[in-house]
């Protein structure tokens, strides 16, 4: 769909279609949804909203009442959840082999409706399986650490997320893992608490994490198509893109904080971004991130040297360069559009 909209605005512009019968090509190239893509689309929105309602008031049927249900009411309560949708899973993938190819059109047939439905069970097994392992630590008093629950939880659903071949289950799983990272970091400082402190080996920890995840997602795309939707490479790249703007922002602001490696590793994660995407696979948003990052730790180093000393001219030269950078930023990028659109 977002091709043909290039290949349709890339024709207007050119002048290849009259302004006159604009209208009448966005109606015939499809751009519109069909009232059988809306049934699709309310279908599927429906069936993910139960999804999350269903884990959700199970969750707060067993907080709700946790003084009048004993222990055994409440694992039995989640247990007959996890095992209701696992057997929902098997039952829908039992159904029928799976077309791919027409689930990515969106047509409702009983092998796209069996194959959603599946994926939507078996998230709702990975969701409970989280209660699970809470209530676990509750009613036990483990005494475990809160990073080692969600790295638990990412261990156990990792099988449920290699069979289910879901974009969506996967993005969960790395977001437990990145949360796991993170609160394990802030607790103990880690295996680098010796050179870093625990913020920074935490945000190192994250890039690292992410910019793996994204590098082998994309080469993976090129193989299985179900990872090939946009939105979960735009989630990872800003997990990696985040963490490192971060430790420039501490290497400029914070003459305390050793992220002098971040100096060497921000300027090759930009030119590697730019021949990614740039080339390689040409992706509007990624670019646009590599800038807006780019914009933001220019505008920080300013800031630290320009305001330190207060005064007028220091905010004027500053609010000019942040304009300045903005429209650049919006020129290239508008430059590369219509390239990409060609």
Wanted: aromatic letters at 14%.
């Amino acid at each position: 769909m977002s091709s043909i909209r290039r290949e349709l605005v890339a024709l207007i512009e050119r002048g290849a279609i009259p302004r006159e019968q604009v209208p009448r090509a966005v109606a015939l190239s499809g751009l519109h949804p069909s009232r059988r893509a809306w049934g699709v689309f309310l279908d599927r929105l429906l069936l993910w909203l139960g999804t999350l309602a269903l884990a959700s008031a199970l969750l707060f049927l067993v907080a709700y009442n946790w003084t009048e249900m004993g222990r055994w009411l409440r694992f039995g309560l989640v247990q007959v959840g996890l095992v209701a949708a696992i057997g929902v899973y098997w039952w829908s993938e039992g159904r029928g082999p799976v077309d791919e190819g027409r689930a990515d059109e969106g047509r409702a047939d009983n092998g796209v409706v069996d194959n959603i439905v599946a994926r939507a069970a078996l998230t709702t097994a990975s969701l409970l399986l989280g209660v699970l392992l809470a209530l676990f630590g509750q009613v036990y008093q483990t005494g475990a650490d809160p990073w080692q629950l969600f790295f638990l939880w990412a261990v156990l659903m990792l099988p449920w997320v290699l069979v289910a071949r879901f974009d969506a289950l996967w993005i969960l799983w790395l977001g437990l893992l990145n949360l796991s990272l993170l609160l394990y970091f802030r607790t103990w400082g880690g295996a680098f608490d010796v050179f870093f402190s625990s913020d920074t080996a935490a945000l190192w920890g994250l890039f690292a994490l992410n910019t793996v995840a994204l590098a082998l997602w994309e080469l993976g795309a090129q193989r299985w198509r179900w990872l090939s939707t946009g939105w979960s490479t735009g989630l990872l790249a800003l997990g990696s893109g985040i963490p490192l703007t971060l430790l420039m922002l501490m290497f400029i602001l914070d003459e305390w904080a050793d992220v002098s490696a971040a100096v060497l590793v921000y300027p090759l994660w930009l030119a590697i971004l730019y021949v990614a995407y740039r080339h390689w696979r040409p992706d509007l948003f990624m670019l646009a991130g590599g800038c807006l990052s780019v914009i933001v730790v220019v505008t920080t180093f300013f800031g630290r040297h320009l305001l330190w000393q207060g005064g007028a001219g220091g905010f004027l030269f500053l609010s000019m360069a942040v304009l300045a950078l903005g429209a650049m930023a919006v020129f290239w990028l508008k430059r590369v559009h219509v390239e990409i659109s060609a």
